[in-house]
């Protein structure tokens, strides 16, 4: 009898992108894919020849295409008062699913254009995984949850999740995850966002790693990476979008009483969660750039064993550690005080001359993974319906047509009126 031949070792380069977003590069079809193909573009170069080679994108990249359309909108330079100036000229879409799915303003404006928004989000991902032969981690981005009739697809009601797609070099579905714990901003006083549930979370194993998500937040939670973990993840992902000044101080705080400085919170996600061996290898992307008058940013990283890493370095704020096999640098060096004020500096609406001047970045590292011994989890249905919409043997319900024919209608006084404005 033949011995079994023993598998090699997986050896994956893994690429982290931090693109710089605005507003404005959401609101056509053309300016999103231009925007999502700069990302690989920036990727392009960190990537290994004839390897593998795995690309992580930033959380909430497609939840700024609600403006797709609405680019007459951004001159009222808040997304509260833009949202509502598009909900309003999308009544007839959005109205109906208020009144039918029971659902916040927010989150029906969302719906009324999800489908759509959908395709080209996922169409656009899956054609540039398939041009530059990576694996893509394509972020996230608030996602329906679908099942497929034939060759049509049929969208749950009311459901919104913070939805991270994963990839493979053809363009084909690896799996889905879902955002379990959600901030204040993605709860009902903001975006509106439906939790994911803490048993959905899988892993999925591939010849990039077995890879598992955690959703910004969700990387800072015990059940979450213990979830992960104990189904063997070897590289966590961690999409992330930080909603706020970097130097600020935390946003959600463990003790209120004790305040501590972002970087020093985040710590307790990628970084703490190789640094303990809970997981090998972390990958962690951040987005920059102000959105209208919200802020965004960071610093990007991905986290090892501290033995592969090539020096004790940490972010700003912070004290060198051992653990990052990469990290971007942030905009300034300065004391405590001068760094706080960089960021305020760089903040929407700050009037500073540095406002909205963050810094663009990518990073990769070369992991070394045992090989895969896991297989991979069943398809649910909705991952079967998204398999169909990339691979064109399904798409996404259209609009009715009098909703359409109706929208001129009703956007009509809103412009009259936003052109009066000073």
């Given at each position: ?37 700069a ?21 909430l ?38 009144l ?69 070099p ?113 990958v ?6 102000n ?23 940490s ?5 060198p ?39 663009e970045?990518t ?41 359409l ?18």
């Amino acid at each position: 009898m033949t011995a079994p031949t023993p598998q090699a070792p997986r050896h994956v380069r893994a690429v982290a992108v931090q693109p710089h977003w605005s507003a404005r590069d959401f609101t056509t079809t053309e300016a999103f894919r231009r925007w999502m193909r700069a990302q690989l573009d920036m990727a392009r170069p960190h990537l290994k020849p004839g390897g593998v080679n795995l690309v992580v994108l930033t959380e909430l990249n497609g939840l700024p295409l609600v403006l797709r359309g609405g680019g007459w909108a951004l001159r009222l330079r808040t997304f509260e008062r833009v949202a509502l100036a598009l909900f309003l000229a999308r009544l007839p879409r959005a109205l109906p699913v208020l009144l039918r799915e029971r659902v916040s303003p927010i989150r029906a404006l969302q719906l009324a254009g999800i489908d759509a928004n959908t395709e080209l989000y996922l169409h656009t991902c899956r054609d540039l995984a398939r041009e530059y032969g990576v694996y893509l981690c394509c972020g996230s981005a608030p996602m329906p949850r679908y099942t497929r009739s034939g060759t049509t697809l049929r969208r749950a009601p009311g459901v919104l999740t913070n939805q991270t797609v994963l990839l493979d070099p053809h363009g084909d579905l690896i799996g889905v995850t879902d955002k379990v714990h959600l901030t204040p901003d993605e709860e009902a006083g903001g975006v509106d966002l439906t939790p994911g549930h803490l048993n959905d979370l899988r892993v999925f194993p591939t010849p990039a790693g077995d890879l598992g998500v955690a959703i910004s937040l969700d990387a800072f939670r015990a059940d979450v990476i213990g979830s992960l973990a104990a189904q063997g993840c070897t590289v966590l992902l961690q999409p992330d979008a930080n909603g706020s000044p970097w130097t600020a101080k935390e946003g959600l705080p463990p003790d209120p009483a004790h305040l501590r400085d972002q970087p020093v919170a985040w710590l307790e996600s990628s970084w703490q969660v190789t640094a303990q061996r809970q997981i090998p290898y972390a990958v962690n992307p951040m987005v920059v750039g102000n959105l209208l008058d919200l802020t965004f940013d960071g610093q990007s990283g991905i986290t090892g064993p501290a033995e592969e890493a090539p020096g004790a370095r940490s972010y700003v704020l912070t004290d060198p550690r051992p653990g990052f096999l990469a990290l971007s640098p942030w905009v300034t060096d300065g004391t405590p005080d001068e760094l706080r004020q960089a960021g305020l500096d760089r903040a929407a609406h700050s009037g500073h001359p540095l406002e909205n001047r963050y810094r663009e970045d990518t990073l990769h590292a070369d992991l070394t993974l045992p090989p895969a011994t896991r297989p991979a989890p069943p398809r649910t249905p909705h991952e079967d319906a998204l398999h169909a919409l990339l691979r064109g043997e399904a798409r996404a319900p259209r609009p009715s047509p009098w909703a359409l024919a109706a929208l001129p209608l009703l956007a009509l006084p809103l412009l009259t009126w936003l052109r009066r404005r000073p």
